[in-house]
C-alpha cells in the first residue's frame, strides 16, 4: 500500500497514516494505492480539510525565575487560511481567564500581518512578583464563537523565587499587657523558598525557630519580659541569603497583685 499527498508517497507497506499537531500544511488530498502480487491497483482518496486554528509552539517550562526581574512567555498559533470568522486568543491562569495587570501585558500579533496567518501572542511579567509563582498558564484560540473547536497549549509553569515578607499583624507594636498573664508572640512568613524565622528577645537570645512560622509562649508574664523583641526570616535567592526583620516592643503593666488568666497573642 502506498499513500500519496499531492502524487508524492508519504508511507509504504502500512494501511493507516497518523498526523499529529495537525496545521495547515496538512490540508490537501490524501490517496491511498494499492497493488497486488501481480501488479494490479486499486485507489481511494480522501481530502483533508483542517477546521481550526493550531498551536505551532509555546513556551516550554517549568521555568526557575527570580523576583523583580523581566520575563515572558509566548504562544504561536496558525489560524485556518479561509477562515471567514475572527481569531480569540485567551490566556488563562490556574484554569481562570487572565487580563493585562499592573504587572503583565498580553499582547498578540496581527495575523493578516503573515501569509500563513500566523499569530504570535504573548504575556510580559514587568517584573515577576510574589504572586506569579507556582501558577500554571496554558493559551487557547478559537474561530468565531466556536468554543468547541478550541485548541489549548499544555500548562507553562513558573516558579517564582521571593525574598521573605511578613503576614499582616493581628496585634501591633507596642503589645501591653498584664502582670501574670500569658502572652504569645508569633511571626507567620511567606517566601519561595520557605523562610528560616527565629524570634530573638531583648538581649539578641533565639527563644525558637521554626519555617517558616515560629511562636513562642510566656506564661505568667513578669517584668523582665518587657523590651524590644524581633522576628528574623531569611531564605537565599540565586546565592544570596534574604533577611527581613520585624521588631515589636512588649510592656508590662498593672501592679505585682494583679492576676489575670487572659491571654494575649501577638503576630
Sequence with gaps: AVLTVGGGPVALNVPTITLTDITNEANGLYTCTVTDFINQTATTSAVLTVGGPAILDFSRGPFTLIENNTFSIYCVIQNQIDALEPLTIRWFRMGYFLNDTNTITI???????????????????????????????????????????????????????YAPFFGHPLIFSPVRINLSETLILGCITYG????????????????????????????????????NYRCIANNTIDSIKEIRVRPFEVIIQGRPDMVNASTVRFE
Design 107 to 161: 499582547t498578540s500579533t496581527n495575523e493578516n500581518d503573515d501569509n500563513d496567518r500566523i499569530v504570535n501572542s504573548t504575556i510580559l511579567f514587568n517584573p515577576l512578583v510574589p504572586s506569579d509563582n507556582h501558577h500554571q498558564y496554558k493559551c487557547e484560540a478559537y474561530i468565531g464563537n466556536r468554543l468547541f473547536d478550541a485548541v489549548r497549549s499544555d500548562f507553562i509553569n513558573l516558579d517564582v523565587r
Design 192 to 227: 519561595n523558598p520557605d523562610p528560616d524565622v527565629r524570634i530573638e528577645d531583648p538581649d539578641g537570645v533565639v527563644l525558637k525557630d521554626s519555617n517558616p512560622t515560629v511562636y513562642y509562649t510566656f506564661e505568667n508574664v513578669t517584668y523582665d519580659r518587657a523590651g
